[in-house]
């Protein structure tokens, strides 16, 4: 028989010396080094540091960010930094922090302008260091996913209000850059936007897509295919896309109108070849074709092509007044000219990894935005927006080749950083419980990045 008992009673005591809680920091700290990215918001927010201030206001962003990473939502939770300076250096107080929040909202632009700038600078740093393991390395596309998300206010914010789910809130745009099936993504802009916006706006969408492409390396930014859901299928969109000397690749969701029902009930049968699953295999129950020659395109961008997907519903699903003979069709139009019509509708499918991405952000920090003011919250998501990239740089840089590479915040937080070490003051050593299960993993990547050289 078992024992059910209790083991013997522990008794704690607040006298521990050398001790580090969420060591795996660390690989934060030391990505922020190896990418420039503290150097940068330090160049960058200089003129928003008073004449007399303790603290740099590019270290003050960039230990909110690291929070963020750690798991924080809100400005309080710096307090977890600042007990250890160690690790983090020396930290800035929550009045302090708040005190700059306020003086970048009052020059928004600006403000932006310098964040996002010094993103961009240490993204490139970050994709050179990467190798064949960056974006488009491989001389492929880099999928950027445009895509809008609801974020709710439990109180009354500025530009807050009731959203197209009937709740109340924001309702951001966002735009990652997909990583592939090896990895995660990193968002390019995140654009906060009141809870009213509409989906479909052009105007929203553009400016997403100059945001995304401003943060990518300079000779990269032609070789990008931009994806969005029906949403961005409008006029102004698709020809700004597709304007004289731009050169950007599109997949763009595109509704179901009349002529389309009306070109998919003339299709003859052997128009349709099948589609592929996730894994490049052929998907039983699901079809593809080409409409582009049953429709007047005469509106729209000059070689546009208009690809359909027919497959049966899921058991349990709810039939659509678009459905035909039983069949569940969705469309997008592209104005890619080669590749077999199930790769083109693959790879347009593929952007539902944005939904990921998305989840991974409301876990870092932009679930509820905490701060009253809009030009506030606009500062806020944009640390967002860094804790994410430092999340997904650091894994790019030390855990590439390894299952830690695809790891989400939360299994991050709970494997590698939330460790506790020992710090041996006189080698400036850090010293991991060997019983830990990651540990190995831990001191590996750790290692990775000090093998790094540090921008001059």
Request: charged share 20%; proline share 5%.
């Amino acid at each position: 028989m078992k024992t059910i008992a209790s083991g013997p009673k522990i008794l704690a005591s607040a006298d521990g010396n050398g001790l580090i809680s969420q060591a795996g920091g660390l690989l934060l700290v030391e990505t922020l080094r190896i990418t420039g990215l503290d150097r940068a918001l330090s160049a960058q927010l200089g003129r928003w540091r008073p004449a007399r201030a303790v603290h740099d206001s590019g270290k003050v962003i960039t230990d909110l960010a690291v929070t963020l990473a750690l798991g924080g939502d809100c400005l309080a939770d710096i307090a977890m930094l600042c007990s250890q300076p160690e690790l983090f250096g020396h930290v800035a107080s929550d009045p302090t922090v708040s005190r700059l929040i306020d003086r970048l909202a009052c020059d928004p632009v600006r403000a932006l302008k310098a964040i996002r700038s010094a993103r961009a600078t240490a993204r490139e740093r970050s994709w050179v260091l990467a190798g064949q393991s960056a974006p488009g390395a491989d001389g492929e596309l880099i999928p950027l996913d445009i895509d809008a998300t609801i974020v709710v206010a439990h109180s009354d914010k500025e530009q807050a209000a009731p959203t197209w789910k009937k709740s109340y809130g924001f309702h951001p745009t966002t735009v990652f850059a997909d990583h592939g099936a090896g990895g995660a993504g990193e968002p390019l802009a995140i654009v906060l936007r009141p809870g009213n916006a509409g989906s479909n706006t052009a105007a929203d969408h553009i400016e997403a897509a100059r945001l995304a492409l401003a943060q990518l390396p300079r000779h990269q930014r032609r070789q990008v295919l931009i994806r969005t859901d029906s949403g961005g299928g409008t006029h102004e969109f698709l020809s700004w896309l597709t304007r004289p000397g731009r050169r950007l690749s599109y997949s763009i969701g595109f509704t179901l109108t009349e002529d389309i029902q009306h070109a998919l009930l003339a299709l003859p049968a052997a128009a349709w070849t099948p589609a592929y699953d996730a894994e490049g295999q052929v998907w039983p129950g699901a079809w593809v074709a080409e409409l582009t020659g049953l429709l007047d395109l005469a509106d729209w961008p000059t070689g546009m092509r208009v690809i359909v997907r027919k497959e049966r519903p899921h058991p349990g699903a709810q039939s659509r007044f678009t459905d035909i003979d039983g069949h569940r069709f969705t469309c997008f139009v592209t104005g890619t000219r080669r590749g077999q019509l199930a790769d083109l509708e693959l790879r347009h499918r593929r952007r539902a990894r944005c939904e990921d991405r998305i989840r991974t952000a409301k876990d870092t920090g932009l679930r509820n935005l905490p701060l009253h003011d809009f030009t506030q919250n606009q500062i806020w998501v944009e640390i967002v927006a860094l804790a994410c990239e430092l999340l997904a740089w650091m894994q790019m840089l030390a855990l590439h080749g390894t299952p830690a590479r695809r790891y989400e915040p939360k299994r991050l937080r709970l494997r590698l950083f939330a460790v506790a070490g020992r710090l041996v003051r006189g080698g400036r050593r850090l010293r991991i419980a060997t019983r830990w299960p990651w540990a190995s993993e831990l001191s590996t990547a750790i290692t990775r990045l000090q093998a790094l050289p540090t921008p001059t």
